[in-house]
């Protein structure tokens, strides 16, 4: 077991001690490591724990129809569900209180604990065993794919652009959000060579960038909703170009067409 690390908040200190004595007392359990701001030493009285619990193999089924169980032993669980709507069904996403706590515990059979997007800090194994798995892989967060965002972006444009025209302008910020999340954030997070998670941390990793996108946000109203869609797609043509990737085929018949449809959504508008 190793100390937990001195720069986290007490509350959640306290927990992963807790999480520490409780599971280390179950032997159908191999280790547990903390991963996300916990290794950056970025931690504060808003972060999440996100937790990685290594199983043995042979009582994973059991542990995973556990969950609630092993959840409500490490502290005042207020509720409780599994990752499916995040892709990952394995992970049961806690929230603990007072005082309150989000807390993402994530259960692997040991040997898929070497197939991970970060190398977690290890705060307890049983025989140094979640140290080998983990030495059995390479750490690989994914890269935003830029063809796959290429082929992919104009037609959300005129999606987007479509909505404001019918004038279902919940759905066209819910674009905008999808665009901020999917395709701008994780480019711009890339430029600066933080990890393209979304928008996450963006104004702390890439407040230039940052400044930038507030341009993306609109206001409750069609032209402001059109004229932010449209500097989307302005940042967008921006970090593309940064970007310099090779043999990359760019769909400028797609975008000079969704470009020319929301401009004739916002003259529409703009018309008395």
């Not at 007490?10 to 599971?23: F, G, P, S, T």
């Not at 724990?49 to 009582?59: G, K």
Request: with cysteine; charged share 25%; net charge negative.
């Amino acid at each position: 077991m190793v100390e937990i690390r001195t720069d986290v908040p007490e509350a959640q200190a306290a927990l992963l001690r807790r999480v520490v004595e409780r599971l280390s007392a179950d032997p159908r359990l191999v280790g547990v490591a903390a991963g996300g701001s916990y290794l950056t030493g970025t931690m504060d009285q808003f972060s999440d724990l996100d937790l990685v619990v290594a199983v043995e193999p042979a009582a994973f089924l059991e542990v995973l129809a556990d969950r609630p169980r092993i959840a409500a032993s490490l502290g005042p669980l207020l509720s409780a569900f599994t990752g499916e709507h995040v892709g990952e069904p394995r992970v049961f996403i806690c929230l603990y209180g007072p005082p309150l706590l989000h807390v993402d515990l994530k259960f692997v059979a040991l040997a898929d604990a070497a197939q991970r997007v970060e190398d977690p800090a290890v705060l307890w194994e049983r025989d140094g065993r979640l140290s080998a798995a983990l030495r059995e892989g390479t750490a690989r967060y994914p890269a935003p794919d830029l063809q796959w965002l290429e082929d992919r972006f104009w037609v959300w444009v005129h999606y987007g652009a479509g909505k404001i025209g019918r004038g279902e302008l919940f759905e066209a910020h819910d674009m905008l959000a999808f665009l901020r999340a999917r395709a701008l954030g994780p480019l711009m997070l890339q430029t600066v060579g933080a990890r393209p998670n979304g928008v996450r941390r963006l104004e702390q990793a890439a407040p230039g960038w940052a400044r930038e996108m507030q341009a993306t946000v609109a206001k409750y109203e069609p032209r402001s909703t059109a004229l932010a869609l449209r500097e989307a797609a302005q940042i967008y043509r921006a970090l593309r170009g940064a970007a310099a990737v090779p043999d990359l085929v760019v769909r400028r018949e797609a975008e000079a067409a969704a470009m020319a449809y929301l401009d004739g959504i916002l003259a529409r508008r703009d018309s008395p």
